[in-house]
């Protein structure tokens, strides 16, 4: 079809290349540059949807984010079915192929219309009262029905082909919206010297100033000298621009997510090029420019296709050259839309008439319509519009009641004011506060270091804001640390300013009315629907929005909340205040599940760490197991060795000579500061103080409650820097566990935390040979006993690479652990393996790992431990300050049930049958002849076959445990009952002697 609509000379897109597309079958042209919307409008093309509940007719509402009706699905290929898509937002390229959504068998004809015609059964809240009965037919036929019936658009059924970036930024200001405000802010900010991000949603910069054609920039059209600024910034090397990206979600400490739309406008994206991108950028500062949403105005029929709001009939004209009709009305309660109706009459189009609602307005919008020759009819209302698939006509009537007057349109522009923005401002935890003067919601009480400047902050007129907002840039940068900015303001030779408007329904559509006024498109939601929720006692502006759903479509409301909540003020009889405001939530727009997955699906689903050493167990042919995130070498299997055989000669070899073992996997976090040893104290049950540099120390965190919560060696290399480990597992959460109590409890601390897991490879060598193959290797420390006594840290260099060398052990016998920069790790492990066969050492996993700790009685939090094992019930009271104040978990430890007797605790277990090997996680018994159920006491956490004991052993948790030693228990197993003893935890070198080799 050839685009009727365009208009010769209107618009920015003349020079602009052809582009063919589809829509719902039919093929269409538009030019390069166009939107899906501004080339079906070009084509005469309104209806594009059906709405949700009641299927009527739906055509475009706006000309951006906040379109609720003409959602889309996008096709590429098979895999490429994109649905709920704003047509609004969808740029248009070369061979796009979109389809309509919520219709069958076609957009035209609608067998869903029915709904319609059967409305006064799905009022308001009809889904909390039916379907109650019969029984029987809720699983049967309603629930299958209804979820058939559910959401809009077909999900894609074939994976997705497409990949998705991720970014990381920090800035000392990032502008949110790129309008004049925007622009004038990142200008004033840039000029400083300091990091600026300025991102907007659209694929240029310039906001309003694409629709305004009165404003006037330092000499210059107002877009054009928005494009020139931007050029200005975009040769700053201070300065990123992110067109396309929409800031979706302010959270915490200024760190907001946005998402860039990289390829979805390219005819053949690249296949280097991601899809989308989440940026996640953490700002000194945060400037928001947001704008304002037009709203529309409340009357019967108000969503005949081509009903549309009148700031969007302005930018398809005055940006895409498009007119959205040949015959227009203009429904009114504020001046913007008299510019709307000036420039179509100015390009040609008809205005059949303005109808305002105000009594007698004055301004020179108003005088230019006149001068123009346009009708103008003041305090009157348009009581409905007329029409099916398009709109017909728009009756008229005195807005106190009398005569009606039908006008033939072909297109009706509405516009009851503008809302601020206050999206973003809200999710950042602000408070806004509600201006009764302009009868707007606007940011009240800052909740973080942001500032909003222009029609988001209520500012009226484009000089007043680009005043504020070139102001407000400047002094975001200079309290970010930028220098005095030497730039100009840019000065404001025209511009427009808009009256207030009015808030809820128009007259036709008031109290005691039943016609179909709607405020919510997306979810069919009419006036009626609210003052329904409030006469069935929804007083709550949050109860109403859920009993309706007015606002919790995928647009959030962004041009019916206020609506709503003036409706339901006025139904209540209070002040729109005492009503209150919905939650607005992230996302601001729908945001893909690619986005935020990113790389992480498939097998990036669950990331695979590995350690510096793990190619080199690989060539060994070690058997590797998961740990977390990691691979771990669980054993390395000599000859045709099954995993036992090669456990048993590992855990011997170790004991006899010496094993090297890769624990690189550990947390490792760098305490660091004045007050390190202050925090340490607070942090771990025991006392830091006064250990003395180069000493280590076993500590034991607990939560709150009293109990275990990590454990792990800490080694103190300095007055003010601790080497803190961690359980594999753990690291993570006892990192955030410690930032945490720093920045809420504990904020006075000197103190700063460093992960520093993977700067380090850590090879433990243990055995009695162990200090024979680490000493030849070892520059700058003495490793006599006397020197390096157990449990200390020295730093030195090994192989010639800086090492923190710890004397400890996990398996009891003379041990060190050789903490080496990652990038060496391999490197050195080779080096010490070369020594260590000399010596007849093996390397051993994780499983001779934990048998060798077992025999030792050493534990492992997360295997015995469960989360209600305290420091006395694992047996390691001496690991808890007596003398200390106070550390985290103090005061549980007091609780009465903490200290009762008959507690669960920590014991070894002996089976009579030295052979059998119990099953970790089996319960214990006192009387197996009890019935069933019985009587559980406890369970096994550890347990494994020891060649060096010649024998089983266990760890269990049982009730009383130490008060039963040597008595016998049960385990209940299906193929019989075993009996065990109760012994104590060590049962390998029960002295310690040992440790000394």
């Known amino acids: 079809m050839t685009p009727s609509f365009r208009i010769s000379g209107a618009g920015r897109l003349k020079q602009a290349k052809t582009a063919r597309f589809s829509f719902d079958g039919l093929a269409y042209t538009g030019v390069e540059g166009d939107t899906l919307a501004s080339a079906l409008l070009a084509n005469g093309v309104h209806l594009v949807g059906r709405s949700f509940k009641y299927h009527r007719p739906r055509g475009f509402l706006s000309a951006g984010a906040e379109e609720p009706n003409a959602l889309v699905q996008i096709v590429r290929d098979d895999a490429r079915k994109t649905p709920n898509v704003r047509a609004t937002v969808q740029e248009l390229y070369d061979g796009l192929t979109a389809n309509s959504q919520n219709r069958w068998p076609s957009l035209a004809f609608d067998v869903g219309a029915v709904n319609d015609i059967a409305s006064p059964l799905f009022s308001a809240g009809f889904y909390y009262k039916t379907f109650m009965w019969p029984k029987a037919a809720w699983k049967s036929l309603y629930e299958p029905k209804i979820r058939a019936a559910a959401g809009l658009g077909v999900s894609p059924d074939k994976p997705d082909p497409d990949h998705y970036g991720a970014r990381y930024a920090h800035c000392e200001v990032l502008v949110l919206g790129g309008g004049a405000a925007g622009i004038a802010a990142a200008l004033a900010a840039a000029e400083t010297g300091v990091r600026v991000i300025l991102a907007d949603e659209q694929a240029e910069f310039g906001g309003s100033l694409r629709f305004e054609a009165g404003a006037r920039i330092d000499g210059e059209d107002g877009f054009a000298w928005a494009q020139g600024a931007i050029a200005k910034l975009k040769a700053m090397d201070n300065v990123r621009l992110l067109t396309r990206t929409t800031a979706f979600g302010y959270y915490a400490q200024n760190f907001v997510g946005l998402v860039e739309r990289v390829s979805d406008h390219l005819q053949n994206p690249g296949s280097d090029l991601p899809r989308e991108r989440l940026w996640q950028v953490r700002a000194k500062r945060v400037v928001l420019a947001t704008g304002a949403i037009e709203r529309h105005m409340v009357f019967a029929d108000n969503d005949r296709p081509g009903v549309m709001l009148a700031s969007a009939a302005r930018t398809y004209l005055n940006h895409y050259g498009v007119a959205v009709g040949r015959n227009v009305g203009v429904y009114t309660a504020n001046d913007s839309a008299y510019a709307a109706a000036i420039d179509l009459k100015k390009a040609g189009v008809n205005i059949a008439a303005i109808v305002d609602l105000r009594d007698n307005p004055t301004g020179a919008a108003i005088d230019e319509a006149r001068g123009l020759g346009i009708e103008i009819n003041f305090g009157r209302a348009v009581v409905r519009a007329g029409g099916k698939l398009r709109v017909s006509s728009m009756t008229v009537q005195p807005k106190n009641g009398g005569g009606e007057r039908t006008i033939p349109v072909d297109a009706i522009l509405m516009s009851a004011g503008w809302t601020p923005s206050v999206h973003l401002f809200s999710q950042s935890r602000g408070k806004v506060a509600f201006n009764e003067e302009t009868r707007r919601f606007v940011p009240g009480t800052y909740a973080q270091d942001c500032i909003s400047v222009g029609a988001c902050n209520g500012t009226d007129g484009l000089d007043a804001t680009v005043d504020e907002a070139y102001a407000a840039g400047a002094k975001a940068a200079k309290e970010a640390g930028g220098k005095a900015g030497k730039g100009a303001k840019p000065k404001v030779d025209a511009g427009e300013s808009w009256s207030r408007g009015m808030l809820g329904a128009a007259p036709g559509a008031g109290q005691g009315t039943t016609v179909k006024a709607f405020v919510d498109f997306q979810n069919d939601v009419t006036a009626k629907d609210i003052r329904q929720a409030v006469h069935e006692g929804m007083h709550s502006i949050e109860h109403v929005k859920r009993f309706t759903t007015n606002g919790m479509a995928t647009d959030q409301g962004k041009t019916s909340n206020m609506h709503g909540l003036a409706i339901a003020a006025e139904t209540l009889g209070k002040p729109i205040p005492q009503v209150g405001l919905t939650t607005f939530r992230a996302p601001y727009t729908p945001v893909t599940f690619g986005s935020i997955v990113g790389h992480a699906r498939g097998a990036l689903f669950d990331p695979t760490r590995k350690t510096a050493i793990h190619p080199w167990a690989a060539a060994q042919g070690a058997v590797f197991e998961d740990v977390g995130q990691w691979k771990r070498a669980w054993y390395f299997p000599r000859g045709a060795e099954d995993m036992h055989a090669a456990v048993d000669r590992e855990c011997v070899t170790v004991r006899k000579t010496a094993g090297l073992f890769d624990a690189s996997t550990l947390g490792k976090i760098e305490v660091v500061g004045p007050d390190a040893a202050k925090f340490m104290e607070l942090l771990y049950t025991n006392p830091w103080e006064k250990l003395e540099p180069g000493r280590c120390r076993y500590g034991i965190m607990l939560r709150e409650d009293g109990f275990i919560y990590d454990d792990g060696v800490v080694g103190r290399l300095a007055p003010d820097r601790f080497h803190v480990t961690t359980t594999t597992g753990g690291a993570p959460r006892v990192m955030h566990h410690m930032e945490d109590y720093l920045q809420t409890e504990f904020p006075h601390l000197n103190v700063w935390l460093t992960s520093i897991t993977e700067q380090w490879a850590v090879i433990a060598v243990q055995g009695p040979k162990s200090r024979d193959i680490i000493a030849p290797l070892v520059e700058g420390i003495d490793m006599s006993d006397e020197a390096l006594p157990h449990m200390s840290v020295r730093e030195g260099r090994i192989c010639g690479v800086p090492t923190r060398l710890f004397r400890m052990s996990f398996t009891g016998e003379r041990g060190f652990e050789v903490n080496v920069p990652a990038d060496y790790g391999q490197a050195v492990w080779e080096a010490l393996w070369a020594e260590g066969q000399k010596h007849g050492a093996c390397a051993y996993g994780t499983e001779s790992m934990h048998v060798l700790r077992a025999e030792k009685g050493y534990i492992i939090v997360g295997q015995d431990t469960d989360g209600t094992v305290t420091p006395n019930d694992a047996a390691l009271d001496w690991a808890v300050g007596k003398k200390k104040a106070d550390f985290v978990g103090i005061r549980g430890l007091t609780r009465p049930d903490l200290v009762a007797k008959g507690r669960k605790q920590l ?60 008595k016998t228990l049960y385990v209940p197993m299906p193929n019989g009952t075993i009996e065990v003893e109760v012994t104590g935890m060590v049962f390998f070198d029960e002295k310690g002697e040992r440790l000394n080799g």
């Open 907 to 966: 014991v070894g277990l002996k089976t009579k049958d030295p052979k059998v090997v119990l099953e970790e996680g089996a319960q214990i018994v006192e009387d197996p002849g009890q019935a069933i159920p019985m009587k559980m006491i406890g369970h096994v956490t550890s347990s494994y076959w020891s060649e060096n004991c010649g024998r089983s052993i266990a760890l269990a948790l049982v009730a009383g445990g130490r008060d039963r030693m040597g």
